[in-house]
């Protein structure tokens, strides 16, 4: 009776859940696909495809995963432990119920309260002359001079906002007329909380000397803490932002592994596998995101980085497709810099001349700006018309009408460097070559994958995706 209760079981899901495609043997349920379909398709998305076209590439998509897990990459360090962070960020908060975050609120309210006791919170707003604790007793005294100045200004009527704004060395506060935030006791520092609460509302302190320097204090306001019930959502609120529902369900994980009962892996897993039958976005979130993973990394072994750091290879590629990489206006290769001195002028060119030009950015700051003595200011480059006013001027005779702004401290301007009609080679367009060869790598590659991996796909059942 069991195993006929088990088969019923299993061909109902499968009725409910057809399968839409296989790859490599491995079935996709229409569920999985309809949750990766509408997440790429939602609103705000662009480049919509339809079902069928998305079809195919997530085949692609799955094809690639299955690559990733033949070359055992899922068995990486470097992929497990990372994860395992994004899974038990989404498990562990399912552990934790709002009961046990709002019983974490009060804990520390009631923690608060008992720190803030009868002197209860207060509101001050100071205008602050910074001295250092290294100070000498002279500028130290300067300073002091100049607090008690600012405060008798006060003491004969000065308006207290607008001369922190003027004089208040704290900028972030002196905006809003010196005012900080409410204080407790125990959150500054002793000399200033002591003068604060020893005010009324409305009183002004005399300056006052603490280790970061002079504080002439207005007290603002003075409250007691307010009941819990009226704290209690920002409470919570400043909880969550701090993951408390993580810290939570951590610690009810390690209360297991401490017991003995299972290791803290094994007790995720089952969580996880848990939390998926109930819940099948959960389910599809964490398996994108250890399936993008081994993409992400497979993918950059067989095309993005082998691409960009294969240099024989682009090359090759280039002079295979030079007339792909045409220039459709002259460029100038080379610099635009700016000397004191003007023998620095045939210096400058001497110094880079014969060089690959690769080597002219190292080798000048070697030789010009070796230290904080800066000689000269350099531009280095591959220059279209309207890069730079200096190029356009001495290389493509243009905006003649427009002059080169001048630098005072590098008064005399040059440019060094060779104009081309087309690219020299694959350096000059490294980007273009790169981005291209990283395509035919891709092509290549998806190719070789469709020959590896069968892939069945079932239109009956493709058909009816979000129409069932």
């Known amino acids: 009776m069991i195993l006929a209760a088990c088969l019923m079981s299993t061909a109902a899901m499968a009725q409910t859940d057809p399968v839409v495609m296989t790859v490599n ?26 079902i069928e076209e998305y079809a195919d590439l997530y085949a692609i998509y ?60 207060v509101l001050p707003a100071h205008i602050f002359l910074r001295v250092s604790t290294k100070a000498k007793s002279e500028e130290q005294a300067k300073v002091a ?38 204080i407790g006791p125990g959150q500054v520092y002793p000399e200033f909380e002591e003068a604060a609460f020893a005010l009324q509302t409305g ?9 970061d320097g002079y504080h002439i204090i207005l007290m603002k306001g003075r409250k007691q803490l307010e009941p819990f019930e009226e704290l209690k959502d920002q409470i919570m609120r400043s909880f969550e932002q701090q993951g408390i529902r993580e810290a939570i369900g951590r610690h009810k994980v390690q209360s297991v592994v401490n017991s003995g009962q299972m290791t803290e892996e094994e007790y995720i897993t089952r969580r996880t ?24 990394e497979i993918s950059n072994r067989q095309v993005w980085e082998k691409a960009s750091k294969d240099e024989a290879a682009l090359d090759s590629w280039f002079r295979a497709h030079k007339k792909d990489y045409a220039f459709t206006e002259p460029r100038f290769k080379g610099i635009a810099y700016h000397v004191k001195d003007q023998a620095d002028v045939k210096a400058v060119k001497r110094c880079v001349k014969g060089l690959p030009f690769g080597q002219w950015a190292d080798v000048l ?15 280095q480059g591959l220059f279209k018309p309207g890069d730079s006013r200096l190029v356009d001027h001495k290389i ?28 020299e080679d694959y350096t000059d367009v490294r980007s273009q070559v790169v981005e291209d060869y990283q395509q035919a790598l891709e092509q290549q590659w998806v190719a070789d994958l469709r020959q590896r991996y069968p892939v ?11 129409k069932h």
Not at 203 to 211: F, I, K, N, Q, Y
Not at 365 to 379: A, C, K, L, M
């Open 62 to 121: 799955k094809m690639k995963v299955a690559a990733a897990l033949d070359a055992k990459l899922d068995t990486l360090k470097s992929f497990k432990n990372e994860f395992v962070v994004y899974r038990d960020m989404q498990v562990l908060p399912s552990m934790t119920t709002d009961a046990e975050v709002e019983a974490e609120a009060r804990k520390a309210y009631d923690r608060a309260k008992e720190r803030i006791g009868e002197k209860g919170l």
């Open 203 to 211: 009183e002004l302190s005399r300056p006052v000397l603490a280790p």
């Open 396 to 423: 493509f005779r243009t905006a003649l009408d427009q002059p080169v702004e001048v630098n005072k401290d590098y008064p005399i301007d040059a440019v060094y460097g060779k104009k081309l009609k087309k690219p």
């Open 145 to 182: 001079q100049r607090a008690d100045s600012i405060w008798q200004a006060l003491k004969q009527g000065a308006d207290f906002a607008e001369l922190c704004k003027k004089v208040s060395q704290d900028r972030r506060s002196a905006a809003n007329g010196g005012e900080l935030a409410w």
């Open 273 to 296: 596998d848990s939390l998926g039958a109930v819940d099948s976005d959960m389910k599809y979130l964490i398996q994108e995101y250890h399936d993008g993973l081994l993409v992400y």
């Open 456 to 466: 069945k796909i079932y239109d009956d059942v493709l058909k009816t995706v979000n």
């Open 25 to 50: 043997g491995v079935n996709v349920t229409r569920s999985e696909f309809e949750y990766s379909f509408n997440k790429n398709n939602s609103d705000g998305v662009i480049d919509k495809k339809g």
């Open 365 to 379: 700051r070697q030789t010009f700006n070796p230290d904080s003595i800066i000689r000269i200011r350099v531009e």
